[in-house]
């Protein structure tokens, strides 16, 4: 191993470790809020069985804002409502809320997406089935667009990783914030080169576990 | 047993359905036929409430729909059975569990679905390839797929939208057989609505002819009726399509 890994291995491993909480928080919040949420803003929709022109331009409204904000100014925008939430807005667990707000808000739309590409005739089929929403969501929509919604996660997983890179400026950590305080402010390229390496290296895994499932799940 | 009483339907401006009242017997196969556009699939559509009316009554299996909500509507449609044009499988769930799903749905127990699933995926003759997918099956047995899924809860009424359409002659008719059988065995009254004449006149004993989102005429086909509808009713209806409709 390079001298360089070994000599900062302690300090690596833990921006390895924040990064990890930092994601995974993340894809917690995508798949526990941004997963119901895309379903909701799908079935508001006009023509759709819980049409509400009123909360679908609300909700959509919501979610278009949020994701316009550049990252960094989302993040010191909303440093009162971390403060207020996590008692500090320093820190990995302060970073987290910026993070898990925009993971919400990122998913939410690949959700709303796959399932628009759900043949109208399903939903047909369901209906005149009798099934309740909670059946139609659960036995019809998300079976249909299974495949859509592990790749959209594998997408935005991605995105969380380049999102959480930046997390530095509010002490957050993470690997992205290794290579810049390490790599570039300590003119140690060598070692940004390495960490920009790993994240490659972690992209390229979670793509492929991505598409991989994706394609076993697709039976269409 | 399904009555429709002055039921019309609106898309914005456009009239669907304009105060059409018909009733179907129990245990009959009816036909409704039309060019496109005619309101014949908006009104196969409003006898399971798929479209609400504006105004009007439905009632099918002596249940006013029009006037039933949340649970007991779902409850009554799962008595009313529907297959499509595009069959409306899913593509994601092998054939046995496309079958399955409306048992899930009324909470059947599982050791009772799987010999309901089977029984009806051998009325069909598809109990071999009940671990394929959808997408590996041709148009006619993705058809009969949706009939075994629609029998499977033993429907009192199977409602036809344009179930033929996509299939070719010889398909068309083993379908078609497949219906008849569902009558004659069940008793299950039958609706289909079609653009095709050759249809509806190899099955139903009556049909209704809809133009522009009203009854025309409502015949018996029997074989002077045929000849009545030879004239009046297929003469209109390619009238109406300009002698192209360019359906098959």
């Not at chain 1, 309740?132 to 935005?156: D, H, N, P, Q």
């Not at chain 2, 036929?33 to 196969?44: D, E, F, H, N």
């Amino acid at each position: 191993m390079p001298e360089v890994l070994v000599e900062y291995q302690p300090e690596i491993w833990q921006s390895i470790g924040e990064t990890f909480i930092m994601v995974g928080f993340s894809i917690l919040a995508a798949v526990l809020v941004g997963l119901p949420l895309g379903t909701f803003l799908y079935l508001c929709r006009k023509d759709q069985i819980l049409e509400n022109q009123a909360v679908f331009s609300t909700l959509n409204l919501l979610v278009n804002v949020i994701r316009s904000f550049p990252f960094l100014l989302l993040v010191v925008f909303m440093i009162p409502f971390t403060r207020l939430i996590v008692g500090t807005a320093f820190g990995t667990a302060a970073a987290t809320v910026p993070l898990t707000v925009i993971a919400i808000a990122h998913y939410s739309r690949l959700v709303e997406q796959s399932l628009l590409d759900i043949p109208k005739g399903v939903m047909e089929a369901a209906i005149s089935m009798g099934a309740s929403v909670k059946e139609i969501i659960f036995k019809f929509l998300y079976v249909e667009a299974r495949s859509g919604l592990v790749l959209g996660l594998t997408t935005s997983t991605i995105s969380f990783i380049s999102y959480s890179t930046i997390m530095g400026v509010v002490g957050g950590g993470g690997i992205g914030d290794f290579a810049i305080r390490y790599g570039y402010q300590q003119f140690r390229t060598d070692l940004m080169f390495y960490m920009i390496f790993i994240m490659v290296i972690l992209v390229q895994l979670i793509q492929f576990t991505g598409i991989t499932a994706a394609r076993k799940l697709d039976k269409r | 047993m399904i009555k429709i009483q002055n039921v019309s339907k609106r898309f914005g401006d456009y009239e669907a359905i304009k105060s059409v009242s018909l009733s179907v017997n129990h245990g009959e196969i009816y036909g409704v036929i039309g060019a496109s556009g005619a309101g014949k699939s908006t009104l196969l559509r409003l006898m399971n409430l798929l479209e609400s009316p504006d105004h009007g009554e439905v009632i099918v299996n002596d249940d006013s729909l029009t006037r039933l909500k949340g649970r007991r509507i779902r409850e009554a449609r799962q008595s009313i059975a529907m297959i499509f044009q595009q069959y409306n499988l899913l593509g994601n769930k092998t054939v046995y569990d496309n079958v399955g799903v409306p048992l899930e749905l009324s909470k059947v127990p599982r050791q009772e679905r799987e010999d309901r699933v089977m029984e009806s995926l051998q009325f069909v003759g598809l109990d071999h390839f009940k671990d394929q997918y959808p997408a590996q099956l041709s148009g006619g047995q993705k058809q009969r797929v949706a009939i075994a899924r629609a029998l499977v809860n033993q429907p009192k009424v199977l409602l036809c939208d344009e179930p033929t359409s996509s299939l070719d002659p010889n398909t068309t008719a083993e379908i078609l057989t497949v219906l008849k059988r569902i009558n004659e065995n069940f008793g299950v009254t039958i609706v289909i609505v079609s653009h095709e004449m050759e249809v509806i006149k190899s099955i139903c004993e009556r049909v209704t002819v809809m133009a522009n989102g009203e009854v025309y005429e409502t015949v018996e086909i029997e074989p002077a009726g045929i000849q009545k509808i030879d004239r009046s009713a297929q003469g209109f209806v390619e009238r109406l399509t300009h002698g192209g409709d360019h359906h098959a």
